[in-house]
């Protein structure tokens, strides 16, 4: 039974559509509801668009009694009056698109309903919430001037004046180095990702994260709840220093110092900075052997330390920001320097054995108990002792703990000396002493050695003077002997031979041995007139000795030979003709003056000419016999060299050439 009335009411609505729209029951106008109406972007989002879209679900054909024939909408204020008049679109169109509310922001009501003919269904209503308006600027509070390092943190104030409808749904930041700059890409609006502080309008703080050092600007707007951003945004700048301050030391020695040392902390930051400003703000600190820190306001500190022995001084600042590196709650510990202070100075004292086989050599001993003897530096000194003549220092080498000097006592005259001692510690703090470790005073007999004696001269008599020919060698010798007579052999003598001026060569030194007598000899080679003195420089254990000095001349050998035995009164001239000898002598480019001299037998010698040699010593000259006197006399000729400044040799003669005049 049910079935057919089922299939009669089909029947019915079929009819029903294929005849068209008619008046319907009012029972059955409940069919034309709108099913599902929503708004696009949400019914509860407030809109800064004026541009509304409607949605809805059409119910199936089947099931409505009076199938729809338009759908119809229109749009009240919060008054409820009529402010967008009813607009009708054909069944087919599933929404209503571009929906312009008034300018004004505000909420509003959509009413739609489907029709059928001139029967309405139901009105079903949607919320339309728009708002353009503009909130107003941001109010963030200004920062310290100094962020340290990590998180800075900023508040943010709310807009003063009249809020948008739509309210404030939050803030959008941003930090950059830029300083002026916008959090929100659109030049009005803001995205729900961009709105990073969702605090409504109430006073509200953000993490601005770690931001890099140096200068930071915050960037901020307001953001309504429709998405519309103030118009200006406000710019805040961000100092931060994340960083230390550096401290350098001026003062602190880099080793030993030998009194009080006056330490001087300066500090700089490159962010910052030192400036002082009040008891908050940034100091320099240095604390000496941990104790109580000296604290300056500003960039800088200073403390004196003192004291012998070794200081450790810490030091640190503190900067604009607050960084401090005093160790304190987690903070990077304070740089310190190690101060090493003597101001006392060492002990200085002569050692009292004596090397015996080294009688010369002066040992001292340099003790101190802070710093320890330096090797830098150190002085012995001697002078003749009970006089107030200023002591002459010896070449002294030092080591640590130690000083060494030799003391030539050959150069000095026999008696007693006494001797001081000069030695420094690491510090550089002075010492002296004229005392042996046991407490006696530094003072030595000179000689210290052994003496000794030379004889020496010409040949067995030992001659002090000799004249030997041109070109000779010469023999020499001598004996070496102690004070008591006693030979010495096997020692070694140096035979000194000083040239006379103007020798190639200023001197000339051959070194013999003594033999077991103590005796030496020595053939010295050829050359020019000089000096010899036989020396024995001495050792360890015997003085120096010098033989004296022995007188050698060696004349000038001169040649010279003439072109004729004969020669004719008024007829061709003599050429006499000749030269010098040079061994181990220079003569110049000028030459060197020989005398031609004349005689007659048994008569004394007479010069007629003096003539200049070459450079190599050679000479001639062309002489004319004149004088009728001359015929039948026989003449004897000859060159002479005489004594010259510059010139090693002693006078010479050649040997007489016999002339006979016609």
Known sequence: MRLRRSALLAALLLAALAAGPTAVAAADLESLRPLGLRVAGGEAAWHAD???????????????????????????????????????????????????????????????????????????????????????????????????????????????????????????VSVDREPEGS?????????????????????????????????????????????MRSRVAEDVSVRVDASLPDVALTGPPSGWADGPVRILATATDRHSGMASSGPAGPFTAIAVDGGVPAVSPGPSAAVTVTGDGTHRV????????????????????????????????????????????????????????????????GTISVRAAGTHRQFERLPTSVSEGRLVARWDSDASPAGSYEFSATGYDAAGNAGGGNRRTDGARMVLANPLKRETAISFGFGARQLSTKSIGYGNGVRVGGRLISPSG????????????????????????TTVVTGEDGTFLARLAPGPSRRIEARFAGNRVLTRASGGQVQLAVPTVVRMHAS?????????????????????????????????????????????RTVQTDRRGRFHYAYSFSDDDSRGVHFQFRAYAPAQEGWPYAPGASRPVAITGR
């Not at 006693?486 to 200023?506: K, N, Y």
């Open 564 to 608: 004729a035995e004969t020669a004719s009164v008024g007829g061709a001239p003599v050429v006499f003709s000749g030269r010098i000898g040079q061994l181990g002598a220079r003569i110049p480019s000028s030459g060197r003056p020989v005398q031609l001299q004349f005689r007659l037998p048994g008569a004394p010698w007479s010069e007629f």
């Open 50 to 172: 004026n541009d509304f879209r409607l949605d809805w679900d059409r119910s199936p054909d089947a099931i409505q009694v009076a199938p729809a024939t338009a759908v119809a909408y229109l749009v009240r204020d919060a008054d409820g009056d009529v402010v967008v008049p009813a607009a009708r679109i054909p069944w087919e169109v599933r929404q209503f698109d571009h929906i312009h509310v008034p300018s004004d922001p505000g909420r509003y009501r959509a009413e739609v309903w489907l029709e059928h003919g001139v029967d309405q269904g139901p009105r079903v209503g949607a919320t339309l919430l728009f708002d353009d308006a503009r909130p107003g600027s941001a109010r963030p509070v200004a920062l310290a001037t100094w962020i340290p390092g990590g998180a800075a943190t900023l508040r943010i104030e709310a807009p003063i004046g009249p809020q948008p409808v739509s309210g404030i749904r939050g803030y959008a």
């Open 183 to 227: 959090p929100c890409a659109g030049p009005n609006r803001c995205g729900e990702a961009e709105t990073n502080l969702r605090s409504g309008a109430a006073a509200a703080s953000i993490s601005l994260g770690t931001l890099p050092e140096g200068l930071n600007f915050a960037h901020v707007v307001a953001v309504s709840g429709s998405g």
């Open 314 to 377: 810490a030091y640190y600042a503190r900067d604009a920001a607050g960084n401090v590196g005093d160790g304190q709650a987690g903070s990077a510990p304070p740089e310190s320097v190690v101060v090493r202070i003597d101001g006392t100075p060492p002990q200085v004292a002569f050692v009292v054995a004596r090397d015996p086989a080294d009688p010369e050599r002066i040992e001292a001993v340099v003790t101190d108990q802070v710093s320890g003897p330096g090797t830098a530096k």
């Open 486 to 509: 006693s030979p010495l052999a096997g020692l070694p003598v140096d035979l000194i031979e000083t040239f006379d001026a103007g020798a190639r060569i200023a001197a000339r030194t």
